[in-house]
């Protein structure tokens, strides 16, 4: 596989932000509303998708196992599943990209059909380990040839009839959760997943708008979520809210420039994956949910945000399941904030994309921030809005949140930040440079500031 010279970033605001942006869409609900239009029987439709690298490989896997995905010139999605048990040979390898989700989500899927999958991805997902789905996959009779790790390439020989299991998260993840629910769906019986802890639900909301028959109780301070197998899904018309995970980015950097304030319009607000506008809202951010209602099931509003002056924090780790991929962004504003912040119960992040503790700890202080790395986070000593120095290269890992994250550092930098690579973006946000100049920001392509 060849990949594209680096081609580094860097953004500076002149002054401060202002405007009216909107988000792509959700790429947990993205993902989600291929894999399942995929295995629906008839024809289902998509607007607002996102159209990043990520969700792309999805479509892509979807049409090399017999589905029919086509865009129009509108950008609504339109696919014609096979039904669930459907799926077809894929004659290669699926190719994954970076996508974490994409992968354990399909390795779910195909657990339960008579086909045979090798999974292959770049060189930061080929990192990445599978064993906490190769583990109860496998319980369900599935079988898997991986890489040394359980990394990939890996090889997932699908298993029919599939058996259906109870099993208990060892770790909050929703892709294990939702590899396991996807897996059930063509299992014989009722497949459960116990969840101590909860995490985001978009699986279980999708499930039951294509007609899956599918429970949640709580059981002894548990959510215990089951769905009967042989499904047959009903096609479906979904409209995708704004990712809030995206959302993040314009949010921290409009608190942190003085003298800003957005509207992030459309941005979807599940309440297992709004942890992190709780958190910004308990360190004093001024941000005000506008014009509140439901789309496709999901609680949506618009955003207004002000420049606020923010407070350390230390969050209950109960919170991370509900904001795991927007810690990076919440480190940027911790070390831009009065006070310290001890953020902990992060061990989830070493397994992302990159070691996001490390990699954003050794950032933030060649940048000019005080931070402390821990075993399972970080402790920041903010700069009480004062700007970080600035004037360095970071190194994103192939990390697309990484990458986002110290760009918007840059923002509040008394020199600019020089992010090496802009490429990783493309993944969840392939408008995010544009956005941000929307918004009164000035891009650059830069190796030094």
Sequence with gaps: MTYAPATPLRLVASGPLSGRVRVPGDKSISHRSLMLSAVAVGTSRVEGLLEGEDVLATAQAMRAMGASIVRDDDGLWTIDGVGVGGLLQPETALDMGNSGTSTRLLMGLVASHAVTATFTGDASLSKRPMGRVIDPLSKMGAEFTPSPGGRLPLMVRGIVPAVPIEYRLPVASAQVKSAVLLAGLNAPGITRVIEPVPTRDHSERMLRGFGAELMVEEIGGERVISITGEAELKPQHIVVPGDPSSAAFPVVAALIVPGSEIVVENVGLNPTRGGLYQVLLAMGGDIVFENE?????????????????????????????????????????????????????????????????????????????????????????????????????????????????????????????????????????????????????????AVTA
């Design 293 to 445: 209602r439901i789309v496709g099931g999901e609680p949506v509003a618009d955003l207004r945000v002000r420049a606020s002056s923010l407070d350390g924090i230390e969050p209950d780790p109960a919170i991370v399941p509900s904001m795991v991929d927007e810690f990076p962004i919440l480190f940027v504003a911790c070390a831009l904030a009065h006070g310290r912040s001890v953020l902990r119960g992060l061990e989830e992040l070493r397994v992302k994309e990159s070691d996001r503790i490390t990699v954003m700890a050794d950032g933030l202080r060649a940048i000019g921030a005080r931070v402390e790395e821990i075993e399972d986070g970080l402790i920041i000593d903010g700069t009480g809005g004062e700007k970080l120095t600035g004037g360095t290269a970071v190194a994103t890992h192939l990390d697309h949140r990484i990458a986002m994250s110290f760009a918007v550092a840059s923002l509040a930098s008394r020199e600019p930040v020089a992010v090496d690579d802009r490429a990783p973006i493309a993944t969840s946000f392939p408008i995010f440079v544009p956005m941000m100049e929307s918004l009164g920001v000035e891009s650059r392509d």
